[in-house]
């Protein structure tokens, strides 16, 4: 196959799957509502949970995207340098998400800044976003698919505490933010918290954490220890589903962090809705694929 | 007009200030009738550049929705997926809104602060959440979309005014007598909060 053919032929696997993931949630996330939904008692919230299993399945039905706000896509890529299309990637991914826009439909949800003009494409100037890790020596490429919604990017916060106000700090920063914003944003949220130097790094962080399976957990000892602290106190407030009351209001937190200056203590929160549609992909250098997500996902080419 | 079928309490446009005084903050109804969707850009335009709304939606509904839908050969519209998008970004205009347009009820998403609360109050409106990311229940719910203006906003900016039968359910939020159930249970919710950080904070000193 000619270069320009396998770049063809990415752009159209990719473009499927933006589109399935736009009707069809990942597997770990609808196993974790599923729980959720068996342990709550509110009568309202027992009625919320069933209209959202309802329209996931009305979703499946009529092949349409579950939630109206299809996101504005972000990519996170793990590229193996010795991969085929590295140089391609971008490009491909853009013209899969125009191609997905049309034919999903997805709604259209990118604006040009100042100008103040919705594209009509989902693609702008810096959008759809790419984050790059490069993978030395692999042949292979592996793709987080993201379609940030509006509501749950809201509570989106990053700041640089003195290390003096310690972890303590942090709890205060998260918390605080589940309340004054997360239960406007469709709890049972996915919440990510980034740790790190700068803002930027926080901030990255706390989206990789986004990425991380619903109920994983840190290898770090101490911080698996928060995610487990700050989930079971956020559970504690009681918004639950929609903020309206419940058991549950998150379906995990998940803490990504790395290291910082001695005179500063990144941190950052980024939140995911109960629709949580974030997909993973890996190809081989032959544009075999295997998705780690959805395993209802397969257009005959997968493994 | 509101009615109880099949169990279901209905509100049908138009609605009277009387019939939503047996509305009261926590109750869940469906709702039967013409809304319009409006988010920040129709109320930048209606608030700031006393624009009318191209929709009369006095006595009726507005809905805080951003909708895909697609356009059909025919010229008319097909409603894909439409679910409420969150209120609290609409807070500056509403007690102007509301007090323009004369609008009954409002859908959308989360809480809502004291100045669409004062309008509820002074207006006779009221403002329900229908629980959120259930975009095709909303759009099977929406019998016909009757119109799109404004379409220079772009499709999720734009005014969609639509004819739904029995949207919901639908949870009252704000009610007439300007009773707020989010901010209710948010000095509940921030009680909590306080305690659970203290609580958390004393197993986390890592720092040396």
Known sequence: MSHLATAGKMTGIMAAFISYTAKNLPDDVLARLEALRSQETEPLAVEIYSLMFRNLQLARELDRPICQDTGYMQFWIRCGSSFPLIGELEGLLTEAVRIATAETPLRYNVVETFDEVNTGTNTGTGAPTFWWDIIPGWDGCEIYTYPAGGGCSLPGHAMVLMPGQGYEAVVDFVLERMTSYGLNACPPLLVGVGIGTSVETAALNAKHALMRPVGSCSENERVAKLEQLLEDGINAIGFGPQGLGGRHSVMGVNVVNTARHPADLGVAVSVSCWCHRRGRITFDSDLNYTVSTHSGFDMGGSK | ?208
């Open chain 2, 1 to 208: 007009m509101i009615e109880v079928r099949n169990g279901r309490t209905i509100l049908t446009t138009p609605v009277s200030e009387s019939d939503l005084a047996r509305l009261r903050i926590g109750d869940v109804f469906y709702l039967d009738g013409e809304l319009a969707t409006g988010r920040d850009s129709v109320h930048e335009r209606t608030v700031y550049e006393g624009k009318d709304l191209p929709v009369d939606i006095r006595d009726k509904v507005l809905m805080h929705a951003g909708p895909i839908v697609k356009q059909k050969e025919d010229g008319g519209w097909e409603m894909i997926s439409i679910g409420p998008t969150t209120s609290m970004r609409m807070e500056k205009y509403e007690y102007d809104f509301v007090k323009a347009t004369g609008v009954r009820v409002i859908v959308g998403k989360g809480g809502m602060g004291p100045s669409t609360a004062a309008a509820c109050r002074d207006f006779g409106a009221i403002h329900c959440v229908m629980p959120a990311g259930n975009a095709v229940v909303g759009a099977v719910c929406t019998e016909e979309i009757l119109g799109g203006h404004w379409l220079d906003l772009g499709m999720p900016e734009a005014v969609w005014h639509c004819r739904v039968r029995e949207l919901g359910p639908l949870i009252v939020t704000i009610d007439t007598s300007g009773r707020n159930y989010f901010e209710e249970k948010k000095t509940e919710y921030d009680r909590i909060r306080r305690e659970q950080t203290e609580l958390i904070s004393k197993q986390v000193h890592f720092t040396k």
